[in-house]
């Protein structure tokens, strides 16, 4: 039996993502166990990110800094606009390097059934950077389900009026992917997105 205080931290990292309540309790006995060199960095690392955690005021990532390095960052596109639901999709895009422009991060989809609506996003920040011209394309990274879907067309409405080019992420079938694993949905988008040959 361990103590409250150990206890208490493994409930608390229990609740993380990818994290259950077996998982935690293994994960604070190899912290206990390597105090030194993982505990006590463990510990000043989110003492100070705690400290000095921000969200960007131009396109809500959250940083150390505001506004946070990639906006900050002069190397960047900034006629390209990628816009995600949220800060965690800006990460992964962003770790790709695929794309050479800035963000602006949503903070979540629209959604009758949880009662998002739109005043509950960042959409009238992105409609004002848009506004504010310099933008010569805005690429819709919506997640591909019916809310993310839904999303991205009440955005593309909103913008229709820029003189921008809008664009989405493809959705279909994945590299490395075989027909008979994939759900309908995604295989009607594939459908829908076909391309010639060649």
């Not at 960042?122 to 805005?138: K, S």
Request: aromatic letters at 4%; glycine letters at 8%; proline letters at 5%.
């Amino acid at each position: 039996m361990a103590s409250q205080e150990i206890d208490a931290l493994a409930q608390a990292l229990s609740r993380l993502p990818g994290l259950g309540p077996r998982s935690a309790r293994r994960v604070v006995l190899h912290l206990m166990k390597k105090r030194e060199t993982v505990l006590q960095p463990l510990l000043r690392a989110l003492e100070m990110v705690e400290e000095r955690l921000k969200t960007c005021s131009i396109c809500g990532n959250l940083d150390t800094s505001d506004p946070c390095g990639i906006c900050a960052d002069v190397r960047r596109d900034t006629r390209a606009l990628c816009v995600v639901e949220d800060v965690s999709d800006l990460w992964v895009l962003d770790r790709s390097r695929l794309f050479p422009g800035k963000y602006h991060v949503l903070g979540g989809r629209l959604s009758a059934l949880d009662g998002v609506r739109p005043e509950d996003l960042n959409i009238d920040g992105l409609v004002a950077r848009v506004a504010e011209g310099g933008i010569d394309e805005v690429v819709l990274a919506m997640n591909a389900t019916l809310e993310g879907q839904t999303t991205a067309h009440y955005l593309a409405e909103r913008l229709e009026s820029y003189p921008i080019r809008l664009t989405q992420l493809a959705h279909g079938v994945p590299v490395g992917g075989e027909l008979d694993y994939l759900d309908e949905g995604t295989l009607a988008q594939a459908l829908r997105a076909r391309r010639p040959v060649g």
